[in-house]
């Protein structure tokens, strides 16, 4: 039982190019969340989805963007890559909603130069 | 939407010693209160959770608080231990916002 697995673990992206970065969990959890981490600045939320097939923004969605085209798989995409979207990223799920528990995955690290 | 504020931003305290944490929230509608702790280089993992008809929750060493009234909540440590030290999160949620909302985080330190 992996719970949430996220990849990759580390990317170095140049500015302007694009990725995709893949959570996966076996769980069997509807909802699914994709945070950025950044010093000083705790967990934000990018997006967020409550089951397969949707999708929803969070607090800081711009520059991002998200599918949930099978219930264990969370894609969030970086089109045009920024620094300032250097950042550790986490995905988390939780089974019934948010006032259960959220598993986290073991994040992204991401520095885009 | 949902905001959530934590302090202090960094605490240290000698081992044995308690260390509280507080957070408050700026909706009354939120429902569900988790702890999460974040080792260094690790992933954030649920400690505790307090869920609003519930004004006080403990599990061994630690403890968590709610005031409803006040929107605030509190996390306590009591004997504190080396493995203590990690960064400690706050969050608030609430069901019909389908958003868990977290504080900016509390670096705990635990001294020899």
């Known amino acids: 039982n992996a719970g949430v697995t996220q990849t990759p673990k580390f990317r170095v992206l140049k500015t302007g190019q694009s990725m995709t970065l893949l959570c996966a969990q076996d769980m069997n959890h509807e909802y699914m969340y994709w945070y950025r981490q950044d010093p000083g600045m705790g967990l934000r939320l990018i997006h967020y989805s409550v089951g397969e097939g949707t999708t929803a923004k969070g607090e800081v969605p711009d520059g991002y963007n998200v599918s949930r085209l099978k219930k264990q798989n969370f894609l969030l995409g970086l089109e045009s890559a920024a620094p300032s979207q250097t950042s550790v990223y986490f995905c988390a799920s939780s089974y019934v909603g948010v006032t259960t528990e959220a598993f986290f995955g073991q994040g992204t690290r991401l520095t885009v130069v | 939407g949902e905001n959530v504020e934590q302090h202090p931003s960094t605490l240290s305290v000698q081992e044995g010693d308690s260390a509280v944490i507080k957070c408050t929230y700026s909706?009354?509608?939120?429902?569900?209160f988790p702890w999460y702790k974040q080792e260094l280089g690790k992933r954030p993992q649920l400690i505790i959770d307090?869920?609003?008809?519930?004004g006080e929750k403990k599990d061994q060493r630690i403890a968590v608080t709610l005031n409803k009234t006040a929107k605030h909540f509190s996390l306590h440590i009591t004997e504190t231990q080396p493995e203590d030290s990690a960064v400690y999160f706050c969050?608030?949620?609430?069901?019909?916002?389908?958003?868990?909302?977290f504080g900016k985080g509390t670096r705990l330190h635990i001294l020899p």
């Open positions: 307090i869920r609003s008809n519930v």
């Open positions: 969050a608030a949620s609430m069901r019909r916002d389908d958003k868990i909302i």
């Open positions: 909706d009354s509608a939120s429902n569900y």
